[in-house]
């Protein structure tokens, strides 16, 4: 079956330390998506990527970095620089940008 | 800029009562109308969209939305609600046209089913 799979489905992470979030698809769209959701606030984007090689940054990329070296894979890396990193985070994918977005079942990040 | 509201936090309703989940919108021009669901610990599922055309709009698992331009709205509904449907619903646009293609969420609605 052709999907997203995020992993882990949990992390945890120590104080200045980076932590990487893996988001892989199968269904050979172009465009990939990081969301960071918080209770009550929905989902706000974090970085986007349209191509492979190719990104740009959404409403809160302050603290993340990500790559596109794969038309299948947009890992986010969650940088020491982001001082409330716990959150649950969604990837997503769609095919065009009028046809809806795919979501992979999320990463949940916590401090320790 | 585009902008999507879901004015109510939470929705009630009895199990077998018709339900309705609200969504107004801001575009410039036309909008792409979105519907998610998403269950606990998991990722949204896409529910129904409206492009053009038939301003009612079908989708999975009995619910419907109607399209109305006038009052930029697209509001969610299903005749008879089952406790399954218990939910957190995202309502998402993007402007056809100009503007940003990247689709904006609503902050949702906790829709609850009681037996």
Redesign the interface.
């Known amino acids: 079956d052709g999907g997203i799979t995020q992993s882990p489905k949990y992390l945890f992470r120590k104080e200045g330390q980076n932590v990487t979030l893996s988001c892989e698809q199968n269904l050979n769209h172009d465009a990939m998506y990081w969301y960071r959701q918080d209770p009550g606030q929905g989902l706000r984007l974090i970085y986007y990527s349209q191509i492979v090689n190719d990104f740009q940054k959404g409403d809160i990329a302050e603290g993340y970095s990500v790559s596109r070296e794969k038309k299948e894979s947009f890992p986010l890396t969650v940088t020491s620089a982001q001082k409330n990193p716990t959150a649950f985070y969604l990837c997503a994918s769609s095919i065009s940008d009028y046809q809806p977005q795919h979501f992979g079942d999320g990463t949940r990040l916590s401090i320790l | 800029a585009q902008s999507v509201a879901q004015p109510e ?1 939470q929705v009630n309703v009895a199990e077998g009562n018709p339900l309705t989940v609200k969504c107004t919108y801001s575009v410039s021009g036309n909008p ?1 109308l ?1 519907w ?1 669901v998403q269950y606990p ?6 529910l129904l ?1 409206y ?1 053009t055309g038939d301003n009612l709009v079908k989708g999975s698992y009995g619910f419907e939305a109607e399209f109305n331009k006038s009052q930029t709205s697209f509001h969610l509904k299903k005749p008879s609600a089952l406790v399954s449907d218990s939910a957190l619903y ?1 309502c998402a646009v ?1 402007e ?1 046209s100009g503007g940003s ?3 904006t ?4 609605t906790s829709l609850i089913v009681h037996p």
């Open positions: 936090d792409y979105f998610y610990n998991r990722g949204l599922q896409f969209k492009i995202f993007r056809v293609y990247i689709p969420f609503g902050r949702g």
